[in-house]
């Protein structure tokens, strides 16, 4: 597989290790929120406000943030609230081709179910930094601050890149078809089958300039290509860049995988947010 593709969209098709966590740390209650009559696993953390929500990449559910939830719960005193977009983990099947919107959607749902639309922090990686930008597009009033973790930002998305990467990309994706079709590989056909028409939307797309937000990039990239690698710290600083309230961290010897591989960078971006949420309630 193509390894910007995977990393980039967070289509990571292996299980990641899960570190013990402390005896002490708390456990979250597990529930379903049906939204477009699919029901979603959500798992929530109880706390105090602000809430945090942990949005995992594209091929990933909610046991990616098995070790970072409960610490964050633990650290911070927040409620913390992690769930499985439909398709992935407990969560009901999404048939057809990856719809930004529609996942938009599922969060917002995911959030009005469980009363968390004021002063909420949102921790989107990869794939999910497509979802929390439209999502803060349209309802920045619910949003404190984000923390984007290695994610898709819209400058990255030129037609160049897009062109040079979907007929690059069409080997592997014919390969996935006929593969076994897991959870992970059925969402890279899914997210493949609309790349183009996805990509070129959000490139138009805007985070508002309302709403902080913290920009996370790996110091490895998700790519081994030396022109991407530094096309994807650019459009980054690029992003970060544009309004004053928003801060540009490099995770320094990371790969795309921050979570793993500096969590630490992780927890200090969300526990700085957390505590500036609370200085402005």
């Known amino acids: 597989m193509r390894k910007w593709f995977a990393a980039a969209f967070g289509l990571l098709l292996v299980g990641w290790p899960s570190s013990p966590v402390a005896a002490t740390a708390p456990t979250p209650q597990n529930l379903f929120v049906v939204s477009a009559g699919r029901k979603i696993a959500v798992h929530v953390y109880s706390g105090r406000s602000p809430v945090i929500v942990l949005d995992a ?3 990933l559910d909610s046991s990616y943030w098995s070790d970072l939830a409960p610490q964050l719960a633990k650290i911070t005193g927040s409620e913390v609230i992690t769930y499985d977009r439909p398709g992935m983990g407990a969560s009901d099947e999404a048939p057809g081709a990856w719809n930004v919107v529609a996942a938009r ?7 009005e179910r469980l009363h968390a639309t004021h002063r909420v922090i949102l921790v989107s990686h990869s794939l999910a930094g497509e979802i929390a930008v ?3 597009e349209q309802h920045p009033g619910w949003f404190a601050s984000g923390v984007l973790v290695d994610a898709n930002v819209p400058d990255f998305f ?3 890149l897009i062109a040079t990467e979907a007929q690059a ?6 390969a996935a078809r006929s593969g076994p079709q897991t959870k992970a590989a059925r969402q890279l056909v899914a ?7 996805t990509s070129k939307a959000f490139h138009r797309q ?3 300039g309302s709403v902080p937000v913290v920009v996370i990039v790996s110091e490895k990239t998700p790519f081994d290509d030396l022109a991407a690698a530094r096309a994807w710290k650019d ?3 690029a992003f970060a860049a544009r309004e004053p309230n928003r801060t540009l961290v490099l995770a320094a010897g990371s790969s795309h995988d921050v979570a793993h591989d500096r969590p630490d960078v992780i927890v200090t971006a969300v526990s700085e947010a957390v505590s500036a949420a609370r200085k402005t309630r």
């Open 169 to 174: 990309l069409a080997p592997e994706i014919a």
């Open 191 to 197: 997210v493949a089958d609309s790349f183009v028409a």
């Open 158 to 160: 030129t037609d160049q």
């Open 105 to 111: 959607n599922d969060l917002a749902r995911v959030l």
């Open 57 to 59: 990449g594209g091929g």
């Open 134 to 136: 439209y999502l803060v």
């Open 206 to 208: 805007a985070w508002p």
């Open 235 to 237: 459009a980054h600083a």
